[in-house]
């Protein structure tokens, strides 16, 4: 029997994170893509020496981590620089994340479950998942919680979720959606025990 391949994907306050944690607690193996590309540029990641070759060791700090202020910066003025950092991040965190599915499978994973917060944009992950789960929710709930969480201004908030696929979008994308709004964890653990039952967990 092969490993179900999931996608999860919500906007910032939506609460995918705690359904993660769930579904790892349900016996899904997480794969989580955003992890993984920032620990290609972190101090001592397996990009740094081809960005230093790329754009040059001042975008190194001096821990060996990439100087994303500097680099947001460089990128502002110069856009094609962003295809060139992603051309160098791309393939490292594609073969980590087959590297972390093999690892899975071989341990006789059921699901993977593959946390990607691009999932919408960026086209090519759909064909390589059976399932989309959206965990969902209204923008007032999200702007609510992250605040409470964060201490960020309702604005700045606004500003994240702007940035963000359409919550339309995401929805029109999902095969599955977890509703988390005026859920206590109980009731939220209840509707991703009934969702993973469908995974094979």
């Given at each position: ?75 502002y003025a110069q856009p094609d620089s962003r295809r060139e950092l992603e ?26 479950v593959f946390d990607i917060p691009l999932l919408v944009e960026s086209g ?78």
């Open positions: 029997m092969t490993a179900a391949r999931i996608g999860l994907t919500g906007g910032i306050g939506s609460g995918k994170s705690t359904v993660l944690d769930m579904l790892r607690d349900l016996g899904a193996v997480p794969v989580d893509a955003d992890a993984i590309s920032r620990a290609t540029t972190a101090s001592g990641g397996a990009a740094i020496a081809a960005i230093a070759a790329k754009f040059g060791p001042g975008f190194i700090t001096s821990a060996g981590a990439l100087d994303r202020d500097r680099m947001r910066e460089h990128a051309q160098i991040i791309h393939p490292l965190v594609g073969a980590e994340i087959q590297r972390q599915v093999d690892v899975a499978l071989a341990a006789g994973a059921r699901c993977i090519r992950w759909r064909a390589r998942l059976d399932r989309v789960l959206v965990v969902d929710c209204e923008p007032q709930t999200q702007v609510a919680r992250v605040t409470a969480r964060s201490g960020l201004a309702p604005e700045a908030v606004q500003a994240i979720i702007a940035a963000q696929a359409p919550r339309a979008l995401r929805l029109a994308a999902a095969d599955i959606v977890i509703c988390n709004e005026g859920l206590t964890l109980a009731q939220l653990r209840n509707e991703v025990e009934q969702v993973a039952h469908s995974f094979g967990l």
